[in-house]
């Protein structure tokens, strides 16, 4: 249990004394970077998904005729 105490205390010094952490303006700034490239590629995964749907649908409708 000792060695849990200790890990704890060194992660909060770490953190506390060696972190550099970003301005609020930063995070702001990488917080809209990543949103608007989340939302690019959730598009891009729901267009390739629709185009896949669609040539399977097509394939079982020409297999099944």
Do not use: C
């Amino acid at each position: 249990m000792a060695g849990f105490v200790n890990y704890i205390s060194q992660s909060y010094d770490e953190l506390k004394n060696h972190v550099t952490w970003p301005t609020y303006a930063e995070a702001q700034r990488l917080t809209v970077i990543v949103l608007v490239f989340s939302v690019i590629f959730s598009l891009a995964i729901w267009g390739v998904d629709s185009v896949f749907g669609e040539i399977i649908e097509e394939y079982f409708k020409w297999v099944k005729s």
